[in-house]
């Protein structure tokens, strides 16, 4: 997944660790359980960051049209980058 390219799909990291870039600097990392891609399909916009393998990764795909947009919704309720970075 890359920053700036168009969210049409959700994943799910099953087994491994990840890189969370923005802007080419490593912001957080994430583990088995973390469910990414949202705020895009959410928004109807663009990545708003890369993610990058750091360990070998299992990693689920659902394409958007198989996402229920409100449960959706509701998981990523405080889920946002920038409520966890502090930045608005």
Known sequence: MEQGEQGEALFFLLDGV???E????VVAEVGPGA???ER????????????RAVTPA???V???DRIDADALAELS???RR???TGDA
């Open 62 to 64: 659902a394409p958007a």
């Open 18 to 20: 990840l890189a969370v």
């Open 22 to 25: 923005v802007d080419g600097a």
């Open 82 to 84: 920038e409520d966890a």
């Open 40 to 51: 895009a399909m959410l928004e109807g916009g663009r990545r708003t960051s890369t993610l």
């Open 58 to 60: 299992k990693v689920a």
């Open 35 to 37: 469910v990414v891609g």
């Open 77 to 79: 309720q405080g889920h």
